[in-house]
């Protein structure tokens, strides 16, 4: 089994729409990523939560909300979908050391 | 504000036609260098971390080493299996996020 576990793998919804992606970890790691991958602008870190507790804004958190339900589940919601949020998203987790593992990616078409 | 600078953007090789790609840094206290691939709607595959001017790492075709302005992806006798696009981040400082470059796309040809 995938060690990073992300559903939907693939999702089109409206604009407008609310959209939840959920990210689910076997690897015991405390901290958890979400990241939003675009052609041309590479990867690019929307929220991170170094524990249960700790909830942290990335570079494009606007648009976005998250919710760390336990060490091993990291979701990441879009209020009101919107065109722009067209991407692939990334959940990502880490230890201490910082070797972030990636999940298999979400890939979210907003019409 | 941590910047990273992949080169060059894509290069096509034939088998075993060996290369480089680069990475440029520009942060305040590197804490580590992480290279990653990336095969076509997969998540990214963690190579190596490097954390001090003067070491390298190897895995099969792959060696990477670092300096204090870049770091180097050296890749020997490539293979067809080897395309992929190959990302490098830094976290610098206090900060315990990664900064990623775009990236360079990878195609080995037979």
């Known amino acids: 089994d995938a060690d990073v576990t992300q559903t939907p793998r693939n999702r089109i919804t409206k604009t407008g729409k609310r959209i939840m992606l959920e990210c689910s970890q076997t690897k015991g790691h405390d901290r958890m990523y979400w990241y939003r991958q675009d052609p041309g602008l590479g990867l690019r870190l929307i929220y991170y939560?170094?524990?249960?507790?700790?909830?942290n804004k990335g570079e494009i958190s606007d648009g976005y909300s998250v919710s760390r339900q336990a060490q091993a589940k990291f979701s990441l919601s879009l209020e009101s979908a919107i065109p722009n949020q067209t991407a692939l998203y990334f959940c990502?987790?880490?230890?201490?050391?910082?070797?972030?593992?990636f999940g298999p990616g979400t890939r979210l078409t907003v019409l | 504000e941590d910047q990273v600078t992949q080169s060059p953007e894509a290069l096509r090789l034939q088998e075993g036609e060996s290369s480089s790609l680069n990475c440029s840094y520009t942060?305040?206290?590197?804490?580590?260098l992480f290279w990653y691939r990336q095969d076509p709607g997969k998540g990214p595959e963690f190579l190596f971390t490097?954390?001090?001017a003067g070491e390298e790492k190897e895995k099969e075709r792959l060696k990477a080493t670092l300096t204090k302005k870049e770091s180097f992806l050296h890749i020997t006798a490539p293979k067809p299996e080897d395309s992929a696009t190959y990302l490098c981040?830094?976290?610098?400082?206090?900060?315990?996020?990664?900064?990623f470059g775009k990236g360079t796309l990878l195609t080995v040809n037979p």
């Open positions: 942060v305040s206290g590197l804490r580590g």
């Open positions: 981040a830094v976290q610098a400082g206090s900060n315990y996020k990664l900064t």
């Open positions: 490097l954390y001090s």
């Open positions: 990502a987790t880490s230890d201490f050391y910082n070797e972030q593992f």
């Open positions: 939560s170094f524990d249960v507790k700790d909830i």
